[in-house]
């Protein structure tokens, strides 16, 4: 579905568009529900914290759409895919898990390039 939905000169197609339209929806009534109302688990709900397009938004989002253009996964269902032993998704997984490692690394280094200008 995700290959097919990538591939706007080919066979193209629409299904993921509306998978993620479905879950409109259900997520604007929800999130009318939570506003202001106490989790069950946990102190409060997860807010966004800035408004602010930033460096690290920024790659994040093209590190995840070159993975998920690359392997297909997503990490959810990436971690769910273990379960049939796919290689492609252990070694996306693993992926996953070093990137997750140096991202602190490279995370201090891209930040002492913005405070040296």
């Known amino acids: 579905m995700m290959i097919g939905f990538l591939d ?6 629409p299904t993921l568009a509306f998978v993620c339209a479905g879950t409109l929806l259900p997520m604007t009534i929800a999130l ?13 709900f997860l807010q966004k914290q800035t408004e602010d397009f930033d460096y690290k938004l920024i790659i994040g ?4 759409g070159i993975g998920w253009g690359l392997s297909g996964f997503v990490p ?17 997984v693993i ?14 280094l891209l930040d002492s390039f913005k405070t040296t200008e």
């Open 76 to 92: 959810g269902t990436a971690f769910a895919s273990l379960s049939y032993g796919s290689s492609a998704s252990v070694i996306f």
């Open 95 to 108: 992926s996953i898990l070093v990137g997750m490692r140096i991202t602190p690394l490279l995370q201090g």
């Open 61 to 64: 989002a093209i590190l995840f």
């Open 32 to 44: 009318r529900f939570v506003t202001g109302r106490q989790p069950l688990t946990g102190d409060s």
């Open 8 to 13: 706007l000169f080919g066979s193209w197609d």
